[in-house]
């Protein structure tokens, strides 16, 4: 028997990703997927799922879900808040970092991820038909996720039930949290369209995220960066990926993410390097972000370190019962009399 939940309401930004389109820019395709690969795959490891199975990715306020069969076991991985109205009519919190098991009928109404971007995994993965090998939404190139659109009303998501005997949940008392400090960039690959002052300029200012933002990509805000001439605003269009950092003649540079085209016209000046592209993510309008260069040795190194430290979050999971369950294990562990009874007639 599989589970299915209903959406209620879609929310804002809120999309099916996995680990997307892999090996189709060749062909025109954008990598689609999650936007924070290592907080996506959390998700999924509070349920003790396959990393790469399809969650929901949240970006915006609003989103509520119906158990339709069930029931489901899921979990939250992020900043946020989620209340699920029960069966019975009462309501309780889903806190984050723990997984939860939701029966039919039951709702799930979930906040705004407080640092722009959240995941909601379920048991078993959401399973919906894959497309070019991923099930991750991409409304431009109207593929996969809820039939290559946005979410509405009465859609229907497929996923897998929950029929385990075993009551115990998982959960994390430690969230996994990005890396801090600057983002780290590659300069390149056209940094000799720029002036040295504009590099400089670009590593030393913050920069602002606007509002003008999606899952293609965001628009910094800052003291606008010089070409070395009018002509070195433009090149003749080449390839680009997520974490690209494209200056158009205007000066503001454009980060690009995992719905990025796969060729552009504008100069290079940097590329975030993989360990740090997930920080983007979380660049709400508003938010500040500076820049640092290394080289290609320091960024083979610090995705090692993060892997590292991916592990040792990972190894941190613990399983526990949910609230008012009786543990028989402890229970008879426990040494309730102590000394000894005597009962005289």
């Known amino acids: 028997m599989s589970g299915l939940i209903e959406i209620v309401l879609p929310g804002i930004g809120t999309t099916v990703q996995d680990r997307g389109r892999v090996g189709h820019r060749h062909q025109g395709v954008p990598l689609s997927g999650w936007l924070d690969a290592p907080l996506a795959r959390a998700a999924n490891a509070l349920l003790a799922n396959p990393l790469d199975e399809a969650v929901l990715e949240l970006r915006g306020s609003g989103t509520v879900l119906r158990v339709k069969a069930g029931p489901v076991r899921v979990a939250l991985a992020g900043r946020i808040r989620a209340t699920c109205q029960r069966s019975d009519g009462g309501h309780s919190a889903l806190p984050a970092w723990h997984s939860a098991t939701l029966h039919e009928g039951e709702r799930l109404q979930l906040g705004a991820p407080e640092s722009g971007c959240a995941y909601l995994a379920f048991s078993g993965g959401l399973q919906m038909q894959p497309q070019l090998g991923s099930r991750s939404s991409d409304w431009r190139a109207g593929l996969s996720g809820a039939l290559g659109r946005a979410l509405r009303p009465g859609d229907e998501l497929p996923c897998g039930s929950w029929t385990a005997a075993d009551l115990r949940e998982w959960r994390s008392r430690s969230p996994w949290t990005p890396s801090e400090g600057p983002v780290r960039v590659l300069l390149g690959p056209q940094q000799d369209h720029f002036t040295p002052d504009a590099i400089a300029l670009f590593l030393r200012q913050p920069w602002q995220a ?65 360990a740090d592209l997930p920080r983007l993510a979380h660049l709400r309008p508003g938010t500040q972000v500076r820049f640092a260069a290394v080289d290609l040795a320091q960024a083979h190194r610090a995705l090692q370190d993060e892997h590292a430290r991916w592990q040792r979050w990972l190894a941190s999971r613990e399983t526990c019962l949910p609230p008012g369950t009786l543990d028989e294990a402890a229970l008879y562990a426990s040494n309730l009399i102590d000394g000894l009874l005597r009962a005289d007639p």
């Open 210 to 274: 606007s509002a003008a933002q999606d899952r293609m990509g965001i628009r910094l805000q800052g003291q606008p960066l010089a070409h070395v001439n009018a002509a070195a605003a433009d090149i003749v269009s080449d390839a680009v990926a997520p974490g690209a950092i494209q200056v158009p003649a205007s000066g503001q540079p454009i980060a690009l993410l995992a719905d990025g085209q796969t060729v552009g016209g504008y100069p290079k000046i940097a590329t975030v390097i993989s």
